[in-house]
């Protein structure tokens, strides 16, 4: 089976700790990345969930979290807004442990 290609405008790297902004059905949401993770969608696709972290007044704790699938985040107009140059560290080092794994 083919892979089919498609244009993504969202980010091609995203990293736990980037602060994001996203439109969603609640209006724009500003929040941090803080855990990234492979699971399967409802198609049985293996794919990866990004869980943000932001303000929410009403819940108890100030704060929520949400789940969303990298394949949304171009239909929900996703954005990294800060990155702290140690996550930039964290890339070089995932980068380097790919091509290891390529090889």
Known sequence: MMKKETKMTAPKTILIGDRVRYESAAGT???E?????????????LIDWIYIEYYNEKSPSKHSIVRLADTALEMMKFKVTFRDCINYDALAERAAYDRMVEM
Not at 33 to 45: R, T
């Open 29 to 31: 949401i500003r929040g």
């Open 33 to 45: 990345v803080v855990k990234i993770m492979k699971a399967m969608n409802a198609n049985y696709d």
